[in-house]
């Protein structure tokens, strides 16, 4: 068999002092804090930032509610210089929801730290437009629409830079016309700000064995839409979460509505993934619960403009891998600095990038590269990151333990005692990983979702639809089967092959075949980028590798 990378021409190469991938906010934070440390010490500093997306803010997703700590600390007059942060949450309103009502739980019951006064209600997306121009300004170099697939390591084994994927590849793995080679970044340090699961993050996590001394991480999968309602019921500055309805008590989750903007909502649903039933399916479950009574009248009369998916990482404080390896270190929800229980890791991601930039800044002073980046962890250990997570780190396993009732109450309690003894040190486990809870299909009951009916509740092709994702068509599929065989042999059988529904954008498909039996499809180009397969598979035989740069979601104000 001939070797097709012996046969490519060599990668060109350039030279950075520092290589970030991923224009996020802990990505964006690092490199924006990177230029101004340099100019505060009147040195010379390279910095380049990859972003696999259209263009930075095109994969970007979340709620958003941020607590503006980070942005106080990056950029101090960023509300002179305009920043897209405008709406102040004036309203704020929790639910538990049953069937047919729902019953709002007093604010003054829960923790100083959920209260979400004084947060903004924005559109990240937006925001990391705006902090892009922000670093463009500081001469930070910006490359969107340039995967980073690959990591590159010296003879001693530190990171050394990263490899952008080759452009114009076929479906069968060979060189099309207009085939661009792959370049190589090199830089003294680099930071992997990839977000959840990033396809580079999981790879260094196993190479230099990061999570040995931590537990493993646990996710969710959270649903967006974005809604223009009818002004007469627009509340601007108006917060509101719920727990419970539609998902049973066993299942872990909970739904989010901000009013921000011209009229509009941004709504979404999160499923934690350690449930259990392989019938339940996290779309169909936020679809349902539009159809909420205390829900629905909300969006009767609007209309939906945009829709996206993404997991998120739950497992919090103890589930924090190490953050450095020789060469780098990890940045945000790279390495799952979310909290949980307030809904936010924005402003942990940016105060991360500052921290791992600092920890920079003195290295290369000193004349260093490529070595571990010790300070940055010491940092982080002495940070309000590092305080913010330990305050609420039992809340994700008495959830997963006890049940939405008794897990979230109990978890209120802990966070109280936690914010009134901060000295207390008791840490619960998380007991199984995700991809190990699921029931089997035969134990489990199934799930009768109602159709949608193309005002309130959609499907998942149309959904895809406007979140304007796009492939190249023909190009090698980026969700790797290590055994193809599995989905059909293995998880339809056992598991009724739960990709069918855990995808939220209809990638998977068991397709019955009269002659042959059913067999296992794949509609990559369909993929959203949510990484909810890599996570849940029963088997873990799905492997998401990095498209083609450019591909994914375009998401517009998510």
């Not at 040995?212 to 991480?217: E, H, L, P, V, Y």
């Not at 909300?298 to 103890?318: D, H, T, V, W």
């Not at 990151?385 to 780190?393: A, E, G, N, P, S």
């Amino acid at each position: 068999m001939v070797d097709q990378q012996a046969e490519l021409p060599e990668r060109e190469s350039m030279d950075f002092d520092v290589v970030i991938v991923g224009a996020g906010p802990a990505g964006l934070s690092a490199a924006i804090s990177l230029k101004q440390q340099a100019a505060e010490r009147g040195e010379e500093l390279s910095v380049v930032v990859l972003e696999k997306g259209s263009e930075v803010g095109a994969h970007i997703l979340s709620g958003a509610v941020i607590d503006p700590i980070g942005l106080d600390a990056l950029i101090p007059d960023w509300r002179e210089k305009g920043a897209p942060v405008e709406t102040e949450v004036t309203v704020d309103k929790f639910q538990f929801l049953g069937p047919a009502g729902g019953v709002t739980l007093p604010n003054f019951f829960m923790p100083p730290l959920m209260n979400n006064h004084g947060n903004y209600i924005v559109s990240l997306a937006n925001l990391c437009r705006w902090l892009g121009e922000q670093a463009e300004e500081l001469e930070v170099e910006i490359f969107p629409g340039f995967a980073a697939a690959e990591m590159l390591y010296d003879d001693e084994g530190a990171v050394v830079g990263v490899a952008t994927g080759d452009m114009g590849v076929g479906h069968d793995g060979k060189p099309k016309d207009g085939f661009m080679r792959g370049m190589e970044l090199r830089g003294k340090y680099v930071l992997l700000a990839e977000g959840v699961r990033g396809s580079l993050t999981k790879q260094v996590i196993k190479k230099f064995e990061l999570d040995k001394d931590s537990d493993f991480q646990k996710y969710g999968i959270g649903i967006k839409e974005l809604w223009e309602i009818d002004p007469s019921k627009h509340k601007a500055g108006t917060v509101q979460h719920t727990m419970g309805w539609p998902l049973d008590n066993k299942t872990g989750g909970g739904s989010f509505l901000y009013h921000f903007g011209d009229n509009l909502v941004s709504v979404g649903f999160v499923v934690h993934l350690n449930y259990q039933n392989p019938h339940l399916s996290p779309f169909d479950e936020f679809q349902r619960f539009k159809l909420h009574p205390d829900m629905k009248e909300l969006f009767e009369g609007g209309k939906r403009i945009a829709y996206g998916a993404r997991a998120i990482s739950e497992g919090g404080f103890q589930s924090v891998p190490k953050l450095t390896f020789k060469g780098g270190a990890l940045l945000g929800c790279a390495a799952g600095m979310l909290n949980v229980p307030r809904i936010k890791g924005s402003h942990n991601a940016m105060l991360s990038g500052i921290l791992a930039a600092e920890a920079i800044a003195e290295a290369l002073s000193d004349g260093r590269a490529n070595d571990e980046l010790t300070r940055y962890e010491e940092l982080y250990k002495k940070s309000a990151i590092y305080k913010d997570l330990k305050r609420v780190r039992n809340v994700k396993p008495l959830w997963s333990k006890l049940g939405t009732v008794f897990g979230v109450m109990l978890g209120g309690v802990d966070m109280w005692v936690n914010s009134l003894l901060p000295f207390l040190s008791y840490t619960f486990g998380h007991g199984k990983p995700d991809h190990e809870t699921l029931k089997l299909a035969s134990e489990a009951p199934k799930i009768n979702y109602p159709k949608p009916d193309g005002k309130i509740t959609f499907d998942k092709l149309s959904s895809v639809f406007i979140s304007a994702t796009n492939h190249e068509e023909d190009q090698p599929v980026h969700l790797k089967l290590e055994d193809p065989s599995i989905p059909i042999k293995k998880n339809l059988p056992l598991y009724d092959e739960p990709a069918q529904r855990y995808c939220p954008a209809g990638v998977y498909e068991v397709i019955e075949d009269e002659a042959s039996g059913p067999y296992f499809q794949i509609n990559a180009q369909n993929c959203v980028h949510c990484k909810t397969c890599d996570i849940k598979d029963p088997a873990q035989n799905i492997n998401w590798e990095t498209p083609e740069g450019g591909g994914g979601p375009n998401y517009p104000n998510m």
